[in-house]
């Protein structure tokens, strides 16, 4: 026979299954705090590796600007360089075409100075035939002819001095366009140099 349930004995079994759900409820809130510690772990360290990965990205975008700022440079004080060589290449060239000239004249005048001497070598020969009756006439056509070929002599050394100048300015002029080659030459490679990251 069953014995009607009294009101204690349904407490009893209320409070039984209220304990029940507490410690499921309880459990789950447990289940839930690990899995919501775990997901924070793991957002905690995507955000810390994103914050690495940002500084890092700002230290390389720092030191790509100093680097473009130092080839900036380079390439302004290269520009300069370049324009004071083409001033001293114009400039040489300005000293060249002037001690071409003066060469020039100084060959004209040489020429000028053989022909002259030429033809107080003629004179001479003539007046050696005449060496007999002219005796004075001899002794001052041997002065003259003395003096052109002092005159000869000394036009010799300065054109001889003009060649070598004109020697020395085109060795300084051709050195000056290797140097100058050569650095336009590091400048370019310097510009194709692929930048190191």
């Not at 789950?28 to 890092?56: F, P, Y």
């Not at 002037?98 to 020039?104: D, N």
């Amino acid at each position: 026979m069953n014995l009607p349930a009294t009101p204690t004995h349904r407490r009893h079994e209320d409070a039984k299954a209220g304990v029940a759900i507490l410690i499921t409820l309880a459990a789950a809130l447990c289940v839930m705090s690990v899995i919501q510690w775990v997901d924070q772990t793991r957002l905690t360290r995507q955000v810390e590796a994103e914050r690495k990965d940002k500084v890092g990205l700002q230290t390389q975008i720092q030191e790509k600007d100093q680097a473009n700022k130092r080839y900036s440079d380079e390439i302004t004080r290269l520009e300069a360089l370049r324009k004071d060589l083409d001033e001293i290449v114009k400039t040489n060239k300005a000293e060249l075409s002037k001690a071409i000239a003066s060469i020039k004249r100084v060959e004209f005048e040489l020429g000028k100075s053989t022909n002259s001497a030429n033809l107080y070598k003629d004179a001479f020969d003539k007046a050696n035939k005449a060496i007999l009756q002219q005796n004075e006439s001899i002794k001052e056509q041997n002065l003259a002819i003395k003096k052109i070929a002092d005159q000869r002599a000394e036009l010799a050394a300065k054109y001889s001095d003009l060649a070598d100048k004109y020697n020395k300015v085109v060795t300084d002029y051709n050195t000056l366009v290797g140097q100058v080659k050569a650095e336009r030459e590091a400048a370019q490679k310097a510009a194709e140099k692929p930048e190191k990251k």
